[in-house]
Antibody
Framework: EVQLVESGGGLIQPGGSLRLSCAVS????????MSWVRQAPGKGLEWVSV???????YYADSVKGRFTISSDTVTNTLYLELNSLRVEDTAVYYCARGAAGDWGQGTLVTVSS | DIQMTQSPPSLSASVGDRVTITCRASQGIRNALGWFQHKPGTAPNRLIY???SLQSGVPSRFSGSGSGTEVTLTISSLQPEDFVTYYC?????????FGQGTKVEIK
């Protein structure tokens, strides 16, 4: 059974940084591509980023240059580094396997002064 | 970027009704399309992958069809637990993009 457990969310001031983690079990991050998706309050789902097992990464235009996706094959963990945070980055962040076949429960990031 | 135009934004229906939700892509996406159900406070759940393949464990009343620039999700007979929000996601080209969502409400 695939399990994805996010952590690292919280309240952060605009301009700040945060690192989200997603502990993966049941599959290996070295085998599957992994994604991050977010949902801002009252809004729809927004794809954020994907990382492939070969290391290729892709980002939504809204986060390109500010967010960095990575994975650790030893600890089987997916990460999302969030920098230069803006109020509009406030959202629940979900990690997902591949093209969102399996999802974690999400972690809330609130950007506010 | 590929824009996914999902329609309708909302619909009202009754238990037992047949409903169809459509996503139109601004460019061809082949069959690189998934459909998701999202209940408030929970993680989204993929219903359909590759435009028409039913995810394991998902009831057969859900079906997907289409490819290219138009795909549809059909619920053949709405059940009480189906009155939530649905999204499509194209993963044919970057950036991947979701439709705006369709909220299915009880009439």
């Amino acid at each position: 059974e695939v399990q994805l457990v996010e952590s690292g969310g919280g309240l952060i001031q605009p301009g700040g940084s945060l690192r989200l983690s997603c502990a993966v079990s049941g599959i290996s991050v070295s085998t599957y591509h992994m994604s991050w998706v977010r949902q801002a309050p009252g809004k729809g789902l927004e794809w954020v980023s994907v990382i492939y097992s070969g290391g290729s990464t892709y980002y939504a235009d809204s986060v390109k240059g500010r967010f960095t996706i990575s994975s650790d094959t030893v600890t089987n963990t997916l990460y999302l580094e969030l920098n230069s945070l803006r109020v509009e980055d406030t959202a629940v962040y979900y990690c997902a396997r591949g093209a969102a076949g399996d999802w974690g429960q999400g972690t809330l990031v609130t950007v506010s002064s | 970027d590929i824009q996914m135009t999902q329609s309708p934004p909302s619909l009202s229906a009754s238990v037992g009704d047949r409903v169809t939700i459509t996503c139109r892509a601004s460019q061809g996406i082949r069959n690189a399309l998934g459909w998701f159900q999202h209940k408030p406070g929970t993680a989204p759940n993929r219903l359909i992958y590759n435009a028409s393949s039913l995810q394991s464990g998902v009831p057969s009343r859900f079906s997907g069809s289409g490819s290219g620039t138009e795909v549809t999700l059909t619920i053949s007979s709405l059940q009480p637990e189906d009155f939530v929000t649905y999204y499509c996601l194209q993963h044919n080209s970057y950036p991947w993009t979701f439709g705006q969502g369709t909220k299915v409400e009880i009439k």
